[in-house]
């Protein structure tokens, strides 16, 4: 009998856990908000258009207007891009047609609002943020994860794809 | 008097070597050693400890060199246990716990266990008398920060990273640490882009401050010995416990 109401005890603390998890844990990400229209992946050829949120939960569309997008799918490179792009004015980035996106879909969610959307809050440039997984998996290549991946577009199609590691890599890549 | 709360990665670059910068640290300020336990993911961390982290791995760490170290230190200095819930979950909680209080550390810290979660560990860590130590961020609503503070014990670990708003305006986190201490008097450190420079504006409407990448800097210059790593770190630690008070 003890056992049953031990058992029952903890059976309903952990559905309270889970309950007030997801009332406290959830973030203000609205998946309903938020898109990618990827043809083929990210390989030649592939048309792709999104429209993602940064840090600051401003809406951004990446389409026909984006000549280069810089891909981060690992806290590494972020931490790369992050330091080349904040030694650049702001406007680095649009003057060139170019956008940022970070795949920040594999971190568990008590991370990412409690220390990765506040420190991306320190940039004053625009990191477009990647909350979902089926966004993420339609353009990750696992093989190349660990590396900034450079895309070129001509009016929405990929062009050509760089993989790079450093910064002067990625300055050479912008200019 | 104001607390200084110092963060190093358990191990590295040794055992022995810990055990001395710890000792040291609490003999020229350090109010609270944090010690980490090295991990492969240290998600919440920036670069420089990620780094230390895999140095640490690299040179053979295990959880037992946690455990010696800590009675070491706890001797002479408060001393908590900072890792990754996996590292911890793994030794298993009902039995880790216990040990660590028989080590004599005070609190574990562990960022990738959301308050939630942790609800299930209350009464292990309360029958222990260890601390959990709770974090608030910016990005946390009021309803979610007087949640979490209610059970804070020990210290609240305030996320202070001083963003930038939508508009482009320096963040003020004075409000944010307000809104902290309205529901609370549990005293608030504030830990992240903590170092001598920005110590002493951090660290105003504060109880205290949390430093880890400033020492870990300093520990993983190859060009200094063992002494002067020490050395430098105990400097470091004056500078600090002088900028906050």
Redesign the interface.
């Known amino acids: 009998m003890l056992k049953k109401i031990v058992l029952a005890v903890v059976v309903l603390?952990?559905i309270?856990?889970?309950v007030?998890?997801t009332l406290?844990?959830k973030?203000n990400y609205d998946a309903t908000k938020y898109s990618a229209n990827v043809s083929n992946g990210l390989n030649i050829g592939s048309k792709v258009s999104f429209v993602l949120p940064d840090q600051?939960?401003?809406t951004h569309k990446v389409d026909s207007n984006a000549k280069t997008i810089i891909f981060s799918f690992a806290?590494?490179t972020g931490?790369t891009i992050k330091a080349f792009l904040s030694k650049e004015p702001?406007e680095y980035l649009p003057s060139r047609g170019a956008f940022f996106i970070a795949d920040i879909s594999p971190?568990?969610?008590?991370?990412r609002?409690?220390?990765?959307?506040?420190?991306?809050?320190?940039?004053?440039f625009s990191v477009l943020l990647i909350y979902d997984k089926n966004i993420a998996k339609q353009i990750k290549n696992d093989k190349n994860a660990d590396k900034i991946t450079i895309v070129r577009l001509n009016d929405g199609e990929i062009t050509d794809i760089k993989y790079i590691t450093t910064q002067e890599e990625l300055k050479k890549a912008l200019n | 008097m104001k607390k200084l709360v110092a963060y190093i990665t358990s191990g590295y670059p040794e055992k022995s070597f810990s055990i001395d910068l710890a000792l040291s640290l609490g003999n020229n300020g350090v109010d609270t050693i944090e010690l980490g336990v090295p991990f492969s993911d240290p998600?919440?961390d920036?670069?420089l400890i990620?780094k230390a982290n895999h140095k640490a791995l690299e040179l053979g760490f295990k959880f037992k060199d946690l455990l010696d170290i800590s009675k070491e230190t706890a001797k002479s200095v408060d001393t908590l246990w900072m890792g990754y819930f996996n590292s911890f979950y793994q030794q298993n909680m009902q039995l880790l716990i216990p040990k660590a209080k028989e080590m004599g550390v005070n609190g574990l810290i562990i960022?990738?266990?959301?308050?939630?979660?942790a609800?299930?560990y209350k009464d292990l860590f309360e029958q222990n008398n260890i601390a959990n130590i709770s974090?608030?961020?910016?990005?946390?609503?009021p309803?979610?920060i007087k949640?979490v503070v209610r059970d804070a014990k020990k210290f609240i670990y305030m996320?202070a990273?001083?963003?930038?708003?939508?508009s482009?305006k320096a963040?003020d986190l004075q409000p944010f640490l307000s809104s902290i201490k309205q529901y609370t008097d549990t005293p608030v450190y504030v830990g992240?882009g903590v170092n001598a420079k920005t110590a002493k504006e951090k660290i105003t409407g504060a109880d205290g401050v949390i430093v880890g990448s400033a020492f870990i800097e300093i520990l993983l210059d190859q060009s200094t010995s063992y002494t002067q790593k020490i050395d430098r770190c105990s400097e470091l630690a004056k500078i600090l416990k002088n900028e906050i008070n």
Do not use: W
């Open positions: 603390l952990v309270a856990g889970g007030l998890f406290n844990g973030d600051f939960d401003k806290k590494s931490h702001k971190m568990p969610v008590v991370i609002n409690t220390f990765a959307l506040p420190d991306l809050k320190k940039s004053p | 998600v919440a920036g670069a990620e960022p990738d266990l959301p308050h939630e979660e609800l299930l974090f608030v961020a910016p990005t946390d609503s309803q979610r949640e996320v990273y001083t963003g930038i708003t939508g482009g963040e992240f």
